[in-house]
């Protein structure tokens, strides 16, 4: 469980919490908002973390009983709020666990914490259960509820909660995490950095995943021999694609990747700004052979091959029109 320190970005979250401790005007609940993989669960902890210890500071000593407890798993005052059917938090899980106990004062902080993760899984009786503590909760309780999509909330738990909702990361602090922490090289990093699209979760994920090298390379080799690939070798490549259930929506993210960096140097000629940059000759080649036009119907096939898979029109069919309009252009 890391301090504040240890958390890439979402510095105004940080800076807000540490004002909370330092002003003592700590609030009764936080939503936390954010896709999974961005901090939301990090910064939870590292708030409770300073909240709990004992020195009181704005950074978690890490060495007082309050800390040791804290990070073994055993404070008394931190509760997270579990769930045993994964799709709902029903209301006797915030009964039994919130409002049964929350009337208990703190065993030995200042403060009783609990840290609901995945709460838009709260059904409308369980919002309506927690409403009524968090419309007069002792003043010691603190709740943070972390969530991918807050519109799940009822209004009345929306407007009682402070709502701090956290930023993709920049590529270039992605890029140097995992050059720093993960020994990855900085080629493959820029790659890496440029996929995760600013979460940090994600990109650790494909950094260590041998399924994301395998289709790395085959959608490399795809992307740099489409042209001379005919209907027949493509509609191999899909159905391969379908055997091996590979994940299409990251396979369109890649191939948007490639044709924007091959857009990208075809406009700049600056080999620096390329996300690919050990594929220089390749990109050079089909910027020299692709018009603007050519890359402007690539990228929109891509687009409406996402809206057509969203739409579950047929697979093969959304991913052949596609391929054409990659091979044509």
Known sequence: MPGFQDIQGQDHIKIHFKKAVENNKVSHAYILSGEAGTGRKSLADAFALTLLCEKHGTNPCLSCHGCKQVLSGNHPDLIYVT???????????????????IMIRPYSGNYKIYIVDEAEKMTVQAQNALLKTIEEPPKYAVMILITSNPDGFLPTILSRCVQLKLKPLRDSVIRDFLTDNMEVPEIKADVYAAFARGNLGRAKKIAESEDFQHLYDELLYLLKNIRDMDISMLLSYIKRMKEEDADLFECLDFMQIWYRDVLMFKVTKDANLLIFKDEYSAINEL???????????????????????????NMELALELMFLAMKEN
């Open 287 to 313: 910027s020299q052979k692709t018009g603007y036009d050519g890359f402007e119907n690539i990228l929109q096939a891509i687009d409406k091959a996402k809206v057509r898979l969203e739409a579950n029109v």
């Open 83 to 101: 769930h045993e059917k994964p799709a709902s938090i029903g209301v006797d899980d915030i009964r039994i666990q919130i409002n049964n106990t």
